[in-house]
């Protein structure tokens, strides 16, 4: 079973969450690493902000994770199986099932460090795809220590869009070059703003792909947001082709 977590299920989840991180100490400093890693307070604090879901095995809570919206994405944090459950499909079902509760959004970003191949390996299973740029990612989305920033990555899936609300999408601007070597898009903004985080449709005879914006490049200098009249670079995940047009999705 899976539900959402109360605070009646703090100690358990508490004593999950921090059983299960143990085995961090196999991939990261020693500094980097901390007993607990969850506290009463943070998880007050993190309850504040996300849904706590747990999975239970006759009545045992086995897992967890968090569903968090910040603007246009939602987040999932602090997936955590116990050992003895880990390899079982726990993890996979849990994420499964916060998929099917996303709503108003349609894009999913889950962080988690570059050495926990364990969560790499399940996400890549699940469809999820790594961020062109995730130090971008997570400054855009996330408010972590410096430290494990640089130890993390993000990984992202985009979900069909009757899973979410209809999505509408509003011309930017463009196509004015390719760079295959380096797989980066010129794009020159005719008809709108385009800015970090924000999720692109690029629509051409052959090509049609979205994806997130993960950075942005303007005179070869990173930018956060850029206005109409400029022309930007941006990372791109397939070929895409001159006078192919951009547009910004929104919910």
Do not use: C
């Amino acid at each position: 079973m899976i539900r959402a977590l109360t605070s009646a299920d703090r100690e358990a989840a508490l004593a999950a969450i921090n059983e299960a991180a143990r085995w961090y100490r196999e991939f990261l400093p020693p500094g980097e690493h901390h007993e607990p890693e969850m506290t009463e307070a943070a998880w007050d604090a993190e309850a504040r902000r996300l849904t706590w879901y747990g999975a239970f095995e006759r009545g045992t809570l086995v897992g967890v994770m968090g569903l968090e919206y910040v603007r246009d994405v939602a987040l999932l944090r602090h997936a955590y199986i116990l050992p003895g459950r880990q390899r079982q499909g726990v993890g996979s079902r849990l994420l499964a099932h916060l998929e099917t509760e996303v709503r108003g959004v349609h894009r999913i970003v889950v962080g988690t460090y570059q050495g926990n191949y364990k969560a790499r390996s399940a996400l890549e299973k699940a469809g999820y795809r790594a961020s062109a740029d995730p130090a971008a990612v997570l400054r855009a989305y996330y408010a972590i220590p410096g430290d494990r920033l640089r130890a993390s990555l993000t990984y992202e899936k985009l979900l069909p869009k009757e899973a979410g609300a209809m999505a509408n999408e509003a011309k930017v601007g463009t196509v004015t070059d390719y760079y295959a070597k380096i797989g980066v898009a010129a794009v020159r903004l005719t008809d709108g703003p385009l800015a970090v985080g924000d999720t692109i449709r690029i629509h051409g005879h052959t090509t049609d792909l979205t994806q997130p914006v993960d950075s942005l490049q303007l005179e070869h200098r990173a930018v956060s947001r850029a206005e109409p009249g400029t022309e930007v670079a941006l990372k791109v995940r397939e070929r895409v082709r001159k006078q192919d047009e951009v547009f910004r999705v929104t919910p």
